[in-house]
């Protein structure tokens, strides 16, 4: 690792820059793209886990779709992305 680093360093001046604005855009996306995955993961488990719940209290299959699709308009959004 610190030979990779000391060979871009070694590039000419405004190459080098260059070559740290991807690299540190790329590490971001991908930060930032594990950490939706962790959300709707996350997201996803909580629904399976509420639904879950409301079978054990003994609700229907169709009480239980009724209060799913009641969803807040933002809550549905959000679960769409």
């Known amino acids: 690792m610190s030979e990779l680093l000391r ?3 070694e590039i000419q001046a405004p190459f080098n820059m260059v070559i ?8 971001a996306g991908v930060i930032g793209t594990i950490a939706t995955q962790v ?3 996350a997201s996803h488990r909580a629904d399976i886990q509420l ?3 409301m079978v054990e209290r003994g609700l229907t299959a169709e ?10 308009p933002v809550a ?6």
């Open 7 to 9: 060979s871009i360093v």
């Open 20 to 27: 740290f604005v991807v690299l540190i855009g790329s590490i």
């Open 39 to 41: 959300r709707k993961f």
């Open 51 to 53: 639904k879950r719940e």
């Open 63 to 72: 009480e239980i779709e009724r209060i799913v699709a009641a969803k807040s």
């Open 76 to 81: 549905s959004q959000a679960a769409d992305d």
